[in-house]
């Protein structure tokens, strides 16, 4: 069952993790750095006039975007208000004449800048519910010739606790990204893959996905019977070695602005 993210849930829950997040999150860390690689190559560093992240978190796509270009005005947006701070010293570290923060749902806002030479998010779209009406206002603020590149993940994403339990999030293919970016954008990069890590436990799965992954489409607490039932299923569909594993299906796309 494909349940509606409560955005409200997943600020406060994000909120509450966001300090040790990057510490425990192993691929969100990973893509960002590969998001950034495939925005900004491996020759000249690129000048970017003004940049907007959607999703700005605990500032890991930020390091990891300003460490490999130079940008003049840095817009970073995110559900979490205390994210300004933790991307604040991050840009400025970095040089950046000018930064600003919107703490808002991208999919609500107001306030976005008029233009921008990259908009970017890594590990965040996820969570939108309107993905065609997202690339629309993307295409009303991203220049022409300007690039709009996130990364999110596929439809095997953490296949072993959707096959368990009734919730998960709507994740597009990179084709359906493709065809919703169209009418405005030309596709430069299209990218996936599927990594697993390991883990001694589903105990530890659990508390990986609790500091990592939070899930925004249910407040319900769970029983020690749900609980020990969740552990014992877990352990018996998805051995590895003498713990169990955990699937991640990032995707990455870099488009043009037509």
Not at 150 to 175: D, I, K, Q
Request: proline share 4%; glycine share 6%; charged share 30%.
């Amino acid at each position: 069952m494909h349940g509606a993210v409560n955005k409200e849930l997943v600020r406060q829950r994000f909120a509450r993790r966001l300090k040790e997040y990057r510490r425990h999150a192993i691929i969100q860390e990973s893509m960002a750095c590969e998001l950034a690689e495939l925005i900004c190559g491996n020759k000249k560093p690129p000048l970017f006039g003004r940049v907007l992240e959607i999703g700005s978190g605990s500032g890991s796509f930020t390091e990891a975007l300003l460490s490999r270009c130079d940008a003049m005005r840095y817009v970073a947006n995110d559900l979490v208000g205390e994210s300004r701070e933790l991307v604040r010293r991050i840009v400025l570290n970095h040089g950046v004449r000018e930064f600003s923060f919107i703490a808002a749902d991208i999919e609500e806002c107001e306030r976005l800048p008029d233009t921008v030479d990259l908009a970017a998010s890594n590990a965040t779209v996820q969570w939108l519910t309107d993905m065609p009406s997202f690339f629309l206002r993307m295409s009303e603020i991203v220049r022409p010739d300007g690039l709009l590149a996130f990364s999110t993940f596929g439809r095997r994403n953490m296949l072993e606790v959707s096959s368990l339990e009734a919730h998960t999030l709507s994740y597009h293919s990179l084709a359906e990204q493709e065809k919703m970016a169209r009418p405005w954008f030309r596709p430069l990069v299209l990218h996936e893959d599927v990594r697993k890590l390991d883990f001694r436990s589903p105990e530890e799965v659990l508390r990986h996905i609790s500091r990592t992954g939070v899930n925004g489409l249910a407040r319900e607490r769970w029983t020690k019977t749900r609980h020990r039932s969740f552990v014992e299923r877990y352990r018996s569909s998805f051995p590895s070695g003498s713990g169990v594993h955990l699937t991640y299906h990032p995707l990455f796309c870099v488009f043009r602005r037509k």
